[in-house]
């Protein structure tokens, strides 16, 4: 693989990828942890933490709150937690492209007492964040969104939450419910929490719920549809952080596309990530899945194109898209239309990309239909979207002439990716 600044070109493999490989540390989860331990009472310890540019906004933004932490080494973080206090009654905090940084710190912020400002790049310029506004503001809070077009930046002004009745909107993000539930427990009542509409990617609330009970916070629910959350402290703690599911998909998709066996330690079937279910989608596919008490390990086979609903798993769908065109026969994803509000409009840029390949492929309001055909060698727009740059980079591995435009966007989750794929791509030979 040779890389320049502007782009990257992958090198096809000359047999199946055969190896063992260990992602960094989950950003959904390091970023959940971040923000339990900062309002926890007491040290905590995060290890196994990920080192990326969505952890380091999330990372400068507490200590402008006043939380104090330290990074003992690249994957473990010590945090002293405000005890649900925030120490600095004004901030600006600034975060990039980060939805899950901005949308957990806007919920956060909430809970304090005085004026705070969050905000981000273009992109996060157009990235909605109403519906949780609309949230805080049921609660008391005086949160806008400053240009008034419902996305950041935005402002905070507050003497905390109150408790009661608050509805918000589940079917653009989960982030608004996850980052209203993680700092529930500090309102200054009981709080009911309903969800309005569909809820998507179910899976990342889950993951939420699971960590607060990390944390010794116990939420009510029982149908994820509303939540009875009473006032409690999270009690800080030593933590443990899975390897992150989502980079997985790409190294099972490359032992899936190479017809090669990859086997990822740290995951299985108790894994806090929806993600890992990826491999069940191989497994549709075609693909040999084995589970183990702490690895799963995939054996590529010959592939079949599969209609499938990938809401609970979005963030993999890119990384199917890749397999798919190496399939035989039409693949269908569905109910994905809340990949548009990503990084980028993640649903448009895998059918202008793939149509740039010379694949045949159908746009759908709710996701895409791929048929498989000849590829034509071509450069890949990467739209600052790290999830582009990474599952696309797949098709290299069995096409000549794929260039990955702008690869250091991948600095945002998986700044090391493409060195872990050369590696696990050498190992093989």
């Not at 797949?394 to 260039?403: A, E, F, K, S, V």
Request: charged share 20%.
């Amino acid at each position: 693989m040779n890389s320049d600044l502007k782009s990257l070109e992958i090198q096809p493999v000359k047999r199946p990828i055969i190896g063992e490989i260990t992602p960094p540390g989950s950003k959904s989860i390091t970023n959940r942890a971040l923000i339990i331990a900062a309002m926890a009472e007491g040290k905590s310890i995060l290890r196994g933490t990920l080192e990326s540019d969505d952890t380091r906004v999330m990372l400068e933004s507490l200590k402008k709150l006043g939380i104090s932490w330290s990074r003992d080494d690249h994957n473990t973080i010590t945090i002293q937690g405000c005890g649900g206090k925030i120490p600095a009654s004004q901030a600006d905090l600034w975060l990039e492209n980060s939805g899950t940084s901005i949308r957990f710190l806007t919920a956060m912020c909430a809970t304090g007492s005085g004026t705070y400002v969050l905000d981000g790049n273009k992109r996060m310029r157009e990235r909605p964040i109403e519906d949780l506004i609309h949230s805080l503001q049921a609660l008391n809070v005086d949160a806008t969104c400053i240009n008034g077009n419902r996305c950041p930046p935005v402002k905070i002004q507050t003497q905390g939450l109150s408790g009661g009745t608050v509805k918000i909107a589940g079917s653009l993000s989960s982030q608004y419910l996850s980052g209203l539930l993680m700092v529930a427990p500090y309102a200054q009542g009981p709080l009911e929490i309903i969800v309005e509409g569909e809820l998507v990617s179910i899976p990342y609330i889950e993951m939420t719920l699971d960590v607060m009970k990390r944390f010794g916070v116990d939420v009510q629910t029982e149908d994820l549809q509303s939540y009875h959350i009473k006032p409690q402290v999270y009690r800080g703690c030593d933590y443990q952080i899975e390897p992150d599911a989502s980079a997985a998909s790409y190294f099972f998709a490359a032992a899936a596309i190479t017809k090669g066996k990859v086997t990822i330690p740290g995951l299985s079937r108790r894994a806090m990530q929806g993600d890992v279910h990826f491999v069940d989608v191989l497994e549709e596919m075609g693909c040999e899945v084995t589970w183990e008490d702490n690895s799963i390990t995939v054996q590529g086979r010959k592939l079949q194109g599969i209609d499938i609903d990938m809401n609970a798993i979005s963030d993999t769908a890119q990384t199917l898209a890749a397999v798919a065109v190496f399939a035989e026969g039409p693949t269908h994803v569905r109910n994905v239309a809340h990949m548009r509000i990503k990084e980028t409009d993640r649903v448009a840029a895998v059918v202008t990309e793939l149509k740039r390949l010379g694949i045949h492929v159908e746009e759908h309001p709710d996701g895409f239909t791929i048929h498989p055909g000849p590829i034509t060698p071509s450069s890949i727009k990467t739209y600052d979207d790290h999830r582009m740059a990474m599952s696309f980079s797949l098709i290299g591995l069995m096409t000549p002439g794929i260039q990955i435009e702008d690869p250091d966007c991948t600095a945002k989750t998986y700044p090391h990716y493409f060195e872990d794929l050369q590696k696990l791509c050498e190992s093989s030979m």
